[in-house]
């Protein structure tokens, strides 16, 4: 039986990597998520070439959308789901406190906090019938309060630290059922995501660290694949990096 792995955010960057590499792998199924399936183009051809990829409209930001998903789950996903990466994301808040208007922070906490937690509640009875139970939730070291970051990305890191704050409460709650749930760091990406942050810094001490610290979507996602085949139960309630080391939360 093939192991069954879900994927918000495919579409494209970080997502499609993780989908793709996944994907060569004969003894594995991919769930894929697009906002927009018809301009997916490059999971399509993937699905095609693979034969391995199932590719699902699902927008984080739409509770009626992430409502919808349980229909299509029915018809892919019957026997369960063993792992479910959070991937789906926005990173649009290059403000201070001061000046990031309310639409900023609603936009950032409907998508990177209440999106993935919605998520998760249509999943959980999918990975539930599996013993796999696995959850990795793409967060970043902008949510890290531990280990804060002097960089204003107000609502970004805000929602990344209100996602940690659940993806702690949520292995708390499942480590009796023996779910591993983590939070995962993909690295400072050159994605159009990534690339469009370092265009809004000013300073050019921060461009420079970012620039030094920057991966490849193609090496995050293979990192992170790594991480995810290593998990275990004593990985439940971690933070990592994508290289697999211990983040502070």
Do not use: C
């Not at 399936?37 to 509770?63: C, F, H, N, P, Y």
């Not at 998760?120 to 599996?130: C, E, N």
């Amino acid at each position: 039986m093939s192991k069954v792995y879900f994927i918000s955010g495919a579409n494209r960057g970080i997502g499609f990597n993780i989908a793709k590499i996944l994907a060569q792998r004969p003894d594995v199924k991919v769930i894929a998520t697009a906002r927009n399936v018809e301009a997916a183009k490059d999971l399509a051809e993937l699905k095609a070439s693979t034969g391995r990829v199932e590719i699902l409209q699902l927008d984080v930001s739409s509770e009626e959308s992430i409502d919808a998903l349980d229909a299509q789950l029915k018809k892919v996903a019957a026997d369960g789901v063993d792992v479910f990466v959070s991937n789906a994301a926005i990173a649009d808040a290059y403000y201070t406190v001061l000046e990031a208007p309310t639409k900023v922070w609603t936009d950032h906490y409907k998508t990177n906090v209440l999106g993935p937690i919605l998520l998760f509640q249509v999943l959980y009875p999918y990975l539930a019938k599996k013993k796999t139970r696995q959850i990795a939730f793409v967060s970043s070291v902008a949510g890290s309060i531990g280990n804060y970051f002097p960089f204003s990305s107000s609502a970004y890191g805000q929602s990344k630290a209100a996602l940690n704050y659940s993806v702690k409460e949520i292995s708390s709650e499942l480590d009796a059922e023996e779910f591993t749930v983590i939070s995962i760091h993909p690295g400072v990406v050159t994605t159009d995501m990534g690339n469009y942050a370092v265009g809004k810094i000013s300073d050019p001490n921060v461009i420079g660290a970012l620039k030094e610290l920057a991966i490849t979507p193609e090496s995050s996602a293979t990192q992170q694949v790594e991480v995810f085949d290593k998990l275990s139960r004593e990985s439940n309630g971690k933070f990592l990096n994508y290289d697999g080391t211990e983040l502070v939360w």
